[in-house]
């Protein structure tokens, strides 16, 4: 069998597309549904009951996932996962009105949490705490990727061939990263493809080999985890940060439509946008972090700085309804993906930095739980708001939910956390 070098990258690679797929099977609604709503009769506020059921089930399984991924292991938790997910996005090709399609979501929202604790143990074992950053930001590209590509693809297939086609299209896809994910990934000690001189490098400053392996964690040890402050801590605040980019992927076509006059295809045409600068921001917040530890920083101190720089260019979203043309809009709203991902690609990051490698995979699915509660209860809002009132109120805390975020974790952890780290470098 060749060896790859540089293998890890190769495995960021097969993140970024994992991720890339569960955000396009998340996002396919958003692009259809002024056409779903026609043909099943929904409102605003039916089609947030919709989403709402997703990110239900989303946080139900988000607690689930993390326990089971380190339950099963990298490999065979991701499979089942993208399984999982990739039969439920298939299936909304059934629906047949919207109980049935918030059947489809429900099942959706099951599977697509394990694509994170999954890939956060894959970045764990595979990549030393200096590249870690850079790690889980390249896999989180692949959820501004998978935005992008959404609408223009889904627009086409819908105008071509009809939303159902899409629906199965885009499921599909999901099948053809397992064949190769399974050829593919093993943890460093057990890959065919890594190299004597990767494996030089990386033994001894990643995941070691016993920790890699799958094991069973003790009865109820999620809630031993949950109860730690480095769990909670995140958990709350991804409760308040999540709901922001949970709001642009569900509701910026609709949006842009109802708001801005756009039709399908120039959603198709214009929508993807934000998300590319979503993509620079998860990579450039990795990479940002990372070199600063090169440069001697501690690496609480490097990620606390990137995060509080994503937090402080989110107040911008409150102009964005008040701005006269669509194209200042958008415009805005690609700060705003900016913001985020340079402030989740290393929010992602604490868990593999603060827990060892049999409780990563449950603290960030805890943690990703709070981020899906947020953005259930704030997508029901949502959809009240904009049917009753106007989107102008949702921009509003749009802004302000990254700031009060980063308040609270610097309070409750990151402080914390800075002062350990000032007395082991005395």
């Not at 259809?32 to 026609?38: D, K, N, Q, T």
């Not at 918030?102 to 994170?116: Q, V």
Request: aromatic share 14%.
């Amino acid at each position: 069998m060749p060896r790859i070098p540089n293998f890890r990258y190769v495995v960021a690679a097969m993140l970024l597309l994992a991720t890339m797929i569960n955000y396009a099977d998340r996002l396919a609604i958003a692009v259809v549904a002024p056409s779903l709503r026609a043909e099943f009769h929904m409102t605003e506020q039916d089609y947030g009951y919709v989403v709402f059921w997703f990110m239900c089930a989303y946080a139900i399984m988000y607690a689930g996932s993390g326990p089971l991924c380190d339950r099963l292991g990298t490999r065979k938790g991701f499979a089942v996962f993208i399984t999982a997910w990739s039969i439920a996005a298939m299936g909304h090709a059934l629906a047949v009105g919207k109980w049935s399609l918030s059947f489809w979501r429900f099942l959706l929202g099951l599977g697509e949490p394990g694509n994170w604790p999954a890939a956060a143990k894959a970045v764990a074992e595979w990549f030393p705490v200096e590249q870690r950053a850079l790690g889980i930001g390249l896999f989180n590209a692949g959820s501004s990727l998978g935005s992008a590509l959404a609408p223009p693809v889904v627009a086409f297939l819908t105008l071509r061939y009809g939303w159902r086609a899409a629906f199965l299209a885009i499921g599909a896809l999901g099948f053809v990263w397992l064949i190769l994910w399974l050829f593919l990934y093993q943890p460093p000690h057990l890959s065919r493809f890594i190299t004597e001189g990767e494996w030089n490098f990386l033994n001894g400053r990643v995941r070691p080999p016993e920790e890699a392996v799958p094991v069973r964690a003790p009865k109820g040890e999620w809630l031993r985890v949950l109860r730690m402050r480095e769990c909670y801590s995140l958990v709350i605040a991804r409760f308040f940060a999540d709901p922001v980019v949970y709001f642009v992927i569900f509701w910026l076509p609709e949006y842009l439509q109802k708001e801005r006059g756009f039709d399908l295809a120039m959603v198709g045409k214009y929508a993807w946008v934000p998300f590319i600068f979503g993509d620079i921001g998860y990579v450039t917040g990795g990479w940002v972090s990372g070199f600063l530890i090169r440069r001697g920083w501690k690496w609480i101190r490097a990620r606390s700085l990137v995060l509080v720089l994503g937090a402080a260019v989110m107040p911008v979203a409150i102009i964005a309804p008040r701005l006269p043309e669509a194209w200042m809009a958008i415009a805005v709203i690609c700060i705003v993906t900016l913001g985020h991902a340079l402030w989740i690609s290393n929010l992602l990051t604490l868990p593999t930095d603060m827990f060892p490698a049999t409780h990563v995979g449950t603290a960030s699915g805890l943690s990703g739980m709070g981020g899906a509660i947020g953005g259930m209860l704030a997508n029901l809002g949502t959809g009240y708001v904009v049917q009753h009132y106007s989107y102008t109120p949702v921009f509003l805390m749009a802004g302000l939910m990254h700031p009060l975020a980063f308040a609270l974790v610097y309070g409750l952890l990151l402080r914390r956390w800075m002062r350990l780290a000032e007395q082991d470098s005395r």
